[in-house]
């Protein structure tokens, strides 16, 4: 077979996955930091101006207590930069802007699972996170023409991106061995890479020129990434043309997957049915809405929260909410290669490692995110909760996530579809929540109700996840496929016992063989307490 592979086709796999998904949420969450430059802020340029008195009788120092009430409590009268110019949308619309990616990203969630099972990972992927940047090329136009047409394209780029996560969990489950698997899934969280990554970055692009050259970088960048992974990326070792014939055996063997498997998994029928009655499959969706509803939150209303409560200019928000994220994908690696080693291991079984990892991105986040809310005018508290909240959810890679391959590998993108057209409702909640609670009172007690809402979210969310998931393969996984071999293996005992019933008529046997053999068939199958026919041919 040769040598070993320098490089492993999935390692490559693994770094294009990893960028594909920061290029997926660069696309989500471009518009929370810029929302933050593009609305108008009153301003206070000294402390002359607080005298001043607005038409309606409110003065300009209550309007800014307001809206920078932690500022002004460690600055007095200190000059705040703010901004005159600008979009005049109040903060129910913000929310409405920023929510809107996630209004019907919910409807494509399980038709990009199903899409990636008859089309493929690398079409439905790539090419849902290409049209999703070339879209952010139009974006600055739809805002200043009308918000009404920015929503409206924020909504058509989401319903088209929603087709990329549940497509990647099917490739998984072509692609990675099950005990490589939690180690594969950090890749996912590229996103977090993103987020730590593009937030100071857009910051500075904003700081240096304007907030519309951010979504220009997003297009451009988009595009450099598609054109590597329609090179590189296959959508199972068997159709690579450049992977060592060593590493394809593996991954075939240790998945289980030969000619006669793949002839199968063309042909059989969705378990449509048995995937909504799965119990194990409804706690890792509740799982996932918890863990999604903390994730969104945090990272949609960072920027927000930084600039109006604690008054940080735009660079400041985008490095303050970039951090958690880059320390969320270092611990999601580090827990990830734990997880791993104590199932290698067999120090502790698959659904104990992922409730394992269930409890850190729900219970542990939401303890975190308890912190934040308390943490009032606290900058450092506010940062130190906001980081290791965040980065606690870095488990759902090993927890949740997870999960969804190991109770069925074979509809895996399908599974994670339905996880996440019910997950992403959070997308859409959460941010018109925080604009109905922030309506025009950007203080301390009102975002400490905001992060109150989404704790609870979490703590109970996850421990419902810690009582009831289950990690073993459903039986539904297999189910076509076992029918398929018992029809095949009672064919064969029926042929053989024909042919042995012929011979012995021919010997003057008469007729020696008895009992039909289908009801000897049912009758083994009923003593020998399988409800499996194959496996009741194999005990006779």
């Keep these: 077979m040769g040598k070993e592979p320098k490089v492993y086709a999935r390692t490559v796999l693994w770094y294009l996955v990893f960028v594909g998904f920061a290029v997926n949420y660069m696309i989500r969450i471009n518009m929370n930091i810029t929302i933050v430059t593009m609305v108008k802020q009153a301003g206070r340029k000294s402390s002359a101006a607080s005298s001043e008195v607005f038409s309606n009788g409110t003065s300009v120092d209550r309007v800014q207590r307001k809206v920078y009430a932690c500022y002004f409590d460690r600055n007095g009268s200190d ?20 929510g809107a990616f996630f209004w019907l990203h919910w409807v494509t969630q399980i038709p990009g699972g199903v899409l990636a099972r008859k089309y493929g990972t690398k079409m439905v992927f790539g090419v849902a996170n290409a049209i999703g940047c070339w879209m952010c090329f139009l974006m600055p136009l739809a805002s200043y023409l009308d918000i009404r047409i920015l929503i409206f394209l924020r909504v058509v780029q989401g319903v088209i991106c929603g087709v990329a996560w549940p497509a990647m969990h099917h490739m998984a489950g072509q692609w990675i061995p099950p005990n490589e698997r939690s180690k ?13 990554l593009n937030f100071p970055l857009f910051g500075y692009i904003i700081s240096w020129s304007s907030w519309e050259y ?22 199972s070792p068997a159709e690579h043309p450049r992977i060592h014939p060593k590493e394809r055996e593996y991954i075939e063997s240790s998945l289980g997957i030969t000619e006669k498997s793949k002839e199968q998994d063309r042909h059989e029928a969705t378990p449509w049915k048995e995937m909504m009655l799965s119990k194990a499959m409804w706690m890792t969706v509740i799982a996932q809405w918890a863990g999604i509803w903390g994730l969104f939150t945090v990272m949609t209303q960072a920027p927000s929260y930084f600039n109006y409560i604690h008054g940080w200019d735009i660079k400041m928000t985008g490095l303050l909410s970039g951090i958690p994220h880059l320390c969320r994908m270092i611990f999601a690696y580090f827990f990830s290669m734990m997880g791993d080693y104590l199932l290698r291991n067999n120090l502790m079984s698959r659904t104990n490692v992922r409730k394992m990892g269930g409890a850190s991105c729900c219970v542990l986040n939401g303890i975190f995110v308890l912190g934040l809310a308390y943490s009032g005018c606290h900058s450092t508290a506010a940062i130190l909760f906001l980081t290791l909240a965040t980065m606690a959810h870095g488990a759902v890679s090993t927890g949740p996530l997870a999960n969804i391959v190991d109770m069925s590998p074979k509809y895996a993108g399908i599974l994670l579809g339905i996880s996440g057209m019910i997950g992403v409702i959070p997308g859409f909640v959460s941010p018109i929540i925080v604009g109905i609670l922030t309506l025009g009172n950007q203080t301390v007690k009102q975002w400490e109700y905001v992060f109150l809402i989404t704790a609870g979210m979490l703590i109970v969310g996850g421990i419902l996840y810690m009582l009831f998931a289950d990690s073993t393969q459903q039986p539904w996984n297999s189910a076509t496929e076992e029918a398929l071999d018992a029809r095949e293996l009672v064919s064969l005992k029926l042929n053989v016992e024909d042919t042995m019933r012929e011979k012995e008529r021919e010997a003057g046997g008469g007729e020696a063989g008895g ?17 499996d026919p194959a496996k009741a041919v194999l005990v006779r």
């Design 79 to 98: 000059f705040l930069d703010t901004k005159e110019d600008g979009f005049e949308w109040n903060e129910y619309e913000q929310g409405l802007v920023l």
């Design 184 to 196: 594969f899934i950090t890749a996912y969280l590229g996103s977090s890479v993103g987020v730590a």
């Design 214 to 235: 951010v979504f220009h970088f997003c297009g451009i960048f988009g595009t450099i990434w598609y054109l590597a992974w329609v090179v590189l990326v296959y959508d």
């Design 515 to 531: 009992e039909p053999v289908t009801a000897e068939i049912v009758d083994e199958q009923n003593t020998s307490g399988e409800d």
